[in-house]
């Protein structure tokens, strides 16, 4: 891979570093699962690693592709995604996995539109409040429009439903706003509005309810609803300072669900230990610091806030994953940047950290 003279080295290794390291994890948190269902130990290893290469071959092409043809496209992008969301909710489109039609399968290949969504309404905002930077604090020119649009991708989300993904479109969008100047009581106005409807959403569910429930007292239902959260709590105990050992975790015998997916941080607390866990949220938290000077230092506004959309969108995904793990939030199924099972999520990933190394080769010398 070419590196021109201007891209950020430090998002860049610290991308390469943590995708590698999500290989090795995932092949050492799913053999067992993959020789149990697919009577082949690589099964999971080897479409990681393929995910991996071509993330990294569409990280390589936005690192290079002239910003403004990605700015041209925010529209179209953003229509293609939502068609997306309506094409899993139409029967032999979609594909349900866990009673949730979220997926669409082709060739033998499923993906997750939730997750373009995420990365197209970045593209789309950023593109849009910086055309309007003279209209921002415009109630029915800078607010209202966007409102609208988050209204109908949380409502094609809802519908799936995924509630997780449509709160980190609320977020993200609220905080790019936020960012970009609109007043603070349209937003607080709007915070206000939603509260009682998520209030509804999810204690009128009963496994939204149940998993609530769990989070404020796993120990009431240790062999069902808080059954995930202990096991957690196990494997990070059993893991102390330096770790088990990598492949050495016991709790991915089938005590933790998901342990190559949605708790992966899990299996890493338990065969690295504290030391390990420290070590991946430290790069993390750089990569944060990294992606956020990138976006203060922008030449322009449709940069700046691009950057800003898609640093915050990888670390609050990365810093929840590790909390519902860590039994700090309720459980809710995001994936762990990078290092999670998941072409959808890891591709997706890899091209936001192509365009942010794209926004860092504007920069001069001295400001990266």
């Known amino acids: 891979m070419e590196i021109?003279?201007?891209?950020?080295?430090?998002?860049?290794?610290?991308?390469?570093?943590?995708?590698?390291?999500?290989?090795?994890?995932?092949?050492?948190?799913?053999?067992?699962?993959a020789v149990r269902e697919h009577s082949d130990s690589l099964y999971f290893l080897k479409r990681q690693g393929a995910y991996a290469i071509l993330g990294f071959g569409v990280m390589a092409l936005l690192m290079r592709v002239n910003l403004d043809i990605l700015r041209k496209a925010a529209w179209p992008i953003l229509g293609l995604c939502a068609l997306l969301l309506i094409a899993v909710l139409i029967p032999g489109v979609g594909k349900k996995v866990g009673?949730?039609?979220?997926?669409?399968?082709?060739?033998?290949?499923?993906?997750?539109?939730?997750?373009f969504v995420k990365l197209g309404l970045v593209l789309f905002m950023?593109?849009?409040?910086?055309?309007?930077q003279s209209k921002v604090k415009s109630f029915r020119v800078g607010f209202l429009p966007y409102m609208v649009v988050l209204a109908v991708l949380i409502g094609l989300l809802l519908a799936q439903p995924?509630?997780?993904?449509?709160?980190?479109?609320?977020?993200?969008?609220?905080?790019?706003?936020?960012?970009?100047?609109?007043?603070?009581?349209?937003l607080a106005g709007i915070g206000l509005i939603a509260m009682p409807f998520l209030y509804f959403m999810v204690m009128n569910v009963d496994y939204r309810r149940r998993r609530i429930m769990a989070f404020l007292n796993p120990w009431d239902d240790p062999s069902d609803?808080?059954?995930q959260i202990i096991?957690?709590?196990?494997?990070?105990?059993?893991?102390?300072?330096?770790?088990?050992?990598?492949?050495?975790?016991?709790?991915?015998?089938?005590?933790?669900?998901?342990?190559h997916t949605d708790f992966i941080f899990s299996v890493i607390g338990e065969e690295l230990g504290f030391i390990g866990v420290i070590v991946i949220a430290s790069m993390f938290l750089l990569l944060i610091l990294r992606g956020l000077k990138t976006s203060l230092n922008a030449p322009n506004d449709f940069s700046c806030f691009l950057a800003f959309g898609v640093t915050l969108l990888i670390g609050m995904q990365a810093f929840v994953n590790m909390a519902v793990v860590m039994g700090m939030v309720p459980t809710k199924g995001l994936a762990l940047p990078f290092l999670s099972y998941g072409g959808t999520s890891l591709i997706t990933t890899l091209a936001a950290i192509g365009i942010l190394l794209n926004v860092s080769r504007s920069l001069p010398g001295e400001l990266r």
């Open 126 to 132: 950023a593109h849009s409040l910086a055309r309007k």
């Open 231 to 259: 096991q957690s709590w196990i494997a990070f105990g059993n893991g102390g300072a330096f770790g088990q050992g990598l492949g050495e975790s016991k709790q991915k015998l089938f005590y933790l669900p998901e342990a």
């Open 162 to 186: 995924d509630l997780g993904s449509a709160l980190t479109l609320a977020i993200v969008a609220v905080a790019m706003l936020l960012v970009a100047g609109t007043r603070l009581k349209y």
């Open 225 to 227: 609803t808080g059954f």
């Open 99 to 115: 009673g949730a039609a979220r997926w669409i399968k082709i060739a033998g290949f499923s993906f997750q539109p939730a997750e």
């Open 4 to 33: 021109r003279q201007g891209t950020d080295h430090s998002i860049l290794v610290l991308a390469v570093c943590l995708t590698c390291l999500g290989v090795v994890m995932v092949f050492s948190s799913s053999s067992i699962m």
